[in-house]
T-cell receptor
Framework: NAGVTQTPKFQVLKTGQSMTLQCAQD?????MSWYRQDPGMGLRLIHY???????DQGEVPNGYNVSRSTTEDFPLRLLSAAPSQTSVYFC??????????????FGPGTRLTVL | AQTVTQSQPEMSVQEAETVTLSCTYD???????LFWYKQPPSRQMILVIR??????QNATENRFSVNFQKAAKSFSLKISDSQLGDAAMYFC??????????FGQGTTLQVKP
C-alpha cells in the first residue's frame, strides 16, 4: 500500500513548455484533488475529482487541465508553463470530500520551477 | 465564499510547555467542518484534528485540542507538553457544502529544547 504517490519530485521548465504532473493512489479513493502551495500562502485548490470521469475547478484552475480516466490516477497538465506557476504541487485523495471523511491523504509534493 | 485566516506567521514554544495557534474563519454556511493540518519539513500534510461545526464539544486528540468559538468564528489549536517532533508548519482549514478544503496561510511552529 503506497498511499498517494507523485512524480516527479522536482522539475524545472522553461516558459512555454508543457508537462504533466502524475498522481496515483492505491486506496480506491473516489475523491482526488490538486493543490498548489506558495510561500506565505496556504494551499489553494486547483482542480478536483469526485470519481472517474468527473472533474471540476477549484480556486485557481487557470493554466491547468486535469482528467480522471481511472480511479487510481489524476494527472495535472500544464499546457504552457509560466513563471507564475512556480510552486509546490500537492495531490490528495480521500474516500469522500472533507465533510465526510476523517482523513485527506496527501502526496509528498512536486516542486516545480518555471524559468 | 469561505476564508481562513492565520495571523501568526511564526510561533515558538519551549519543549514541554503549551502553545496555542490562532485561526479565524468566515463562512455563510450553517454546516461546515474545521481542520488543523501539520506539515513537517518532509512536506507531507498530516491531519491533526477535525471539528464538526454542529458539535459544541471541542475536539481533542491526545496532546492536541481545539477551542472552537462558533459565534466568534475562531478555531484555535492548543498543543500541550510540546515535543521537538511538533516543530512544523500548521495549517487551519475549513470545508463547507462543496466539500472543498480552504486553507489558511500557515503558522510555522518552532520548538526549543
Amino acid at each position: 500500500n503506497a498511499g498517494v504517490t507523485q512524480t516527479p519530485k522536482f522539475q524545472v521548465l522553461k516558459t512555454g513548455q508543457s508537462m504533466t504532473l502524475q498522481c496515483a493512489q492505491d486506496m480506491n479513493h473516489e475523491y482526488m484533488s490538486w493543490y498548489r502551495q506558495d510561500p506565505g500562502m496556504g494551499l489553494r485548490l486547483i482542480h478536483y475529482s469526485v470519481g472517474a470521469g468527473i472533474t471540476d475547478q477549484g480556486e485557481v484552475p487557470n493554466g491547468y487541465n486535469v482528467s480522471r480516466s481511472t480511479t487510481e490516477d489524476f494527472p495535472l497538465r500544464l499546457l504552457s508553463a509560466a513563471p507564475s506557476q512556480t510552486s509546490v504541487y500537492f495531490c490528495a485523495s480521500s474516500w469522500g470530500d472533507a465533510r465526510s471523511t476523517d482523513t485527506q491523504y496527501f502526496g509528498p509534493g512536486t516542486r516545480l520551477t518555471v524559468l | 465564499a469561505q476564508t481562513v485566516t492565520q495571523s501568526q506567521p511564526e510561533m515558538s514554544v519551549q519543549e514541554a510547555e503549551t502553545v496555542t495557534l490562532s485561526c479565524t474563519y468566515d463562512t455563510s454556511e450553517s454546516d461546515y467542518y474545521l481542520f488543523w493540518y501539520k506539515q513537517p519539513p518532509s512536506r507531507q500534510m498530516i491531519l491533526v484534528i477535525r471539528q464538526e461545526a454542529y458539535k459544541q464539544q471541542n475536539a481533542t486528540e491526545n496532546r492536541f485540542s481545539v477551542n472552537f468559538q462558533k459565534a466568534a468564528k475562531s478555531f484555535s489549536l492548543k498543543i500541550s507538553d510540546s515535543q521537538l517532533g511538533d516543530a512544523a508548519m500548521y495549517f487551519c482549514a475549513s470545508s463547507g457544502n462543496t466539500g472543498k478544503l480552504i486553507f489558511g496561510q500557515g503558522t510555522t511552529l518552532q520548538v526549543k529544547p
